[in-house]
């Protein structure tokens, strides 16, 4: 019981929940557009990887997070030529996409840092921790809130963002207008295609965020298959928030404080193996509580 | 003749996608700054250069073509199992158990233990079967993350209850099984060993079935229009469980061949680090989830691989080159990318206009 009462274990829940979240707001974007993205796996692990590169190449942190966004961004539009021009089956494709990934950052750790397995440098500095003036005095919450990287914040903003823009603005409307019905937003003159593509991109660019916060956001290391996952949590995590941005933000706390949690079990007497299992362990659990109707939809066993 | 033409035509796809996995890879190895002919005559020397590298691909294809067997089984009924990792964990895991403890005469104990494998794979993937149809949660997702929770329970076992401690503790690993029970090898003094003729003789009955039994045909149609199928008086939940069960089987299977034919023990992580799941996730998209076309592509595979080893002994270009290369082919077959082009320039013949 004094574990969960623990200030510094929710702390750890929101540095935990930022990959997960900002994957899954990206995951969104693509749901409400027709598409099922598996590859957000692979663009988080190329995220990730493109970051530690960049601080090695240009030394600024700043510049490092931009290089990862370019770079999933690419990635991305590599998954949306393909299904959206050449209209490759999307499964595929996205679980092409992360064997890519987890290939060209093996090789490129082997030829940039020839190291095997993972890279880290003492010298190289991470994202830098914001306190929040005001809030970091509160006391009790103060703590949890404040002192994170910018891009956990940046996370939650964009939720928010997210759903305004989905929800209160007419290219929001468009865009769902393109997955709702794309026949008929076709004949209403909504370029589909183009928003399909912006929708992956953003995806690609989000996974990019994700990926940088995951190597540079706690400790500056990239270890080879690092995303442990996580974009496939963040599939979950779409599902379980039925395509809303905040619904997928309180789907994310809850994988977000399951992976704080475990880690924070490890020094407890229970064997490491239980401890790790268990984020997996409860997202399959979460996903008894939810229906996901596209898939019900697409296995014929709903109208 | 018109046959062989077909089959002829059939290949085309997958041999542009091959030059052009290569040509990427060749990218790969002038960004570093090697030699693109020296990489691949290395390649080529470490996958096939002597008969010792020969039977080290057959072997490495091993578990590859049996994992790809039971995704492509999978896949044709239209069942995105992507569980093949922890299948495989638990087969290994169950095949080490029965052999090291079941009382039994040798060669009684290695069928058990091949058995055992079957079931304990089929048993992990038809839980997500079974959770598909009883509870609705979706397959893809549900055997991806059941990996990583097989991955965590194999290793517990293999580092509390079962650990073998008579040896150093650095390892996790069972105690070795009993010389008796290992599948023979094939040639003295070569790593190739009887799972590989299994493997192949997995291919063609796979192949038969698919295509000769009702049930294969119940299993096609399902795959290529579920909605059609169900009408046509196909009971899903019931094809998904047996094509769950066999799938996962398989991909126990090939973990039951690779711990009695090449490690003879179950090694923490042993299954995991060379990517054999995946590798036979890839086979089967490669070959479009055709059985013998699966073979195939594990031979490929593999071949990449050992090939891949070779190249990291002599010359300074990285091991993984084989992986950037195996992702750029499976991307290029998943566009169908020569069927699209051909595709838009017929279209553009078609109506005329220069588009």
Same mark, same amino acid.
């Given at each position: 019981m004094e574990l969960l009462l623990d200030v510094s274990l929710y702390g750890s829940t929101l540095r935990m929940i930022a990959p997960i979240l900002l994957a899954a707001l990206g995951g969104v974007i693509c749901a409400r557009v027709g598409i099922f993205n598996v590859g957000l796996e692979g663009l988080m692990l190329t995220g990730a990887f493109a970051a530690i590169t960049g601080n090695h190449l240009f030394g600024d942190v700043w510049l490092a997070v931009l290089f990862a966004v370019i770079c999933s961004g690419l990635m991305s539009l590599i998954l949306a030529w393909l299904t959206?021009?050449? $209209?490759? $089956?999307m499964i595929v494709v996205g679980v092409a996409l992360n064997f890519l990934a987890s290939g060209l950052t093996t090789y490129c750790l082997s030829a940039i840092f020839h190291v095997k397995g993972s890279y880290y440098d003492p010298g190289m500095a991470g994202l830098p921790k914001w306190d929040i003036p005001l809030v970091g005095d509160i006391p009790g919450v103060g703590g949890i809130l404040s002192g994170h990287s910018p891009l956990v914040y940046v996370a939650f903003v964009l939720a928010f963002v997210l759903q305004f823009f989905l929800f209160k603005t007419v290219k929001g409307f468009r865009l769902l207008a393109a997955g709702e019905h794309p026949e008929g937003a076709r004949s209403l003159g909504i370029r589909i295609d183009r928003i399909r593509y912006w929708a992956v991109l953003a995806s690609g660019v989000l996974c990019g965020l994700a990926g940088a916060q995951l190597s540079l956001g706690q400790v500056t290391q990239f270890t080879e298959?690092?995303?442990?996952g996580r974009g496939f949590i963040a599939l979950v995590a779409v599902m379980l928030g039925q395509n809303h941005p905040l619904g997928v933000m309180l789907a994310s706390l809850l994988f977000g404080f399951m992976d704080a949690l475990s880690i924070r079990l490890q020094g407890y007497a229970l064997p490491t193996q239980f401890t790790m299992a268990l984020p997996y362990v409860m997202t399959l659990a979460a996903m008894?509580?939810?229906?996901?109707r596209a898939y019900l939809r697409q296995t014929g066993r709903i109208d | 003749m018109r046959r062989l033409a077909d089959s002829l035509r059939g290949l085309v796809h997958p041999l542009a996608a091959l030059a052009a996995g290569l040509a990427a890879g060749a990218v790969a190895v002038i960004v570093v700054g090697g030699s693109v002919g020296e990489t691949y005559a290395e390649m080529w020397k470490g996958a096939f250069g002597s008969f010792y590298y020969l039977t080290n691909t057959l072997a490495r294809s091993t578990p590859i073509m049996l994992i790809g067997l039971g995704v492509a089984l999978a896949f044709r009924a239209g #069942? #995105?199992? %992507?569980?093949a990792e922890g299948q495989l964990l638990f087969g290994a895991l169950a095949a080490a158990v029965a052999a090291l403890y079941l009382p039994a005469p040798p060669a009684l104990a290695m069928i058990a233990a091949l058995v055992a494998g079957i079931i304990a794979g089929g048993a992990w993937s038809l839980l997500a079967g079974w959770l598909d149809v009883r #509870?609705? %949660?979706n397959l893809l997702v549900s055997t991806l993350l059941l990996n990583y929770i097989a991955i965590y329970v194999c290793s517990y076992f293999v580092s509390f209850? %079962?650990?073998?401690? &008579?040896? &150093?503790?650095a390892i996790n690993q069972t105690n070795m099984i009993d010389r008796a029970v290992w599948l023979p090898k094939l040639f003295k003094g070569m790593s190739v060993h009887a799972g590989f003729v299994l493997a192949a003789a997995a291919a063609v009955l796979l192949f038969l079935v698919l295509r000769h039994t009702v049930a294969g045909y119940h299993l096609r149609m399902h795959g290529s229009n579920p909605l059609f199928a169900l009408y046509g008086g196909v009971r899903r939940g019931r094809l998904m469980a047996w094509t769950m069960l066999a799938s996962g089987g398989f991909a126990g299977l090939a973990g039951a061949v690779e711990v009695l034919g090449t490690q003879y023990r179950y090694i923490d992580n042993a299954l995991t680090a060379p990517g054999y799941a995946w590798s036979g996730i890839m086979a089967a998209l490669l070959a479009n989830s055709h059985p013998l076309g699966t073979a195939a592509a594990a031979l490929l595979l593999a071949a990449l691989q050992t090939g891949g080893m070779g190249v990291e002994r002599n010359t300074e270009v990285p091991l993984e080159i084989a992986s950037v290369i195996q992702a750029a082919i499976i991307l290029f077959i998943s566009a169908r990318f020569t069927r699209a082009l051909l595709k838009r320039r017929k279209a553009r013949a078609a109506d005329g206009t220069a588009a």
């Open positions: 959206i021009g050449l $209209n490759a $089956n298959g690092m995303t442990a008894f509580l939810f229906k996901d | #069942f #995105f199992n %992507l569980g #509870f609705r %949660l209850p %079962l650990k073998d401690t &008579s040896g &150093s503790a």
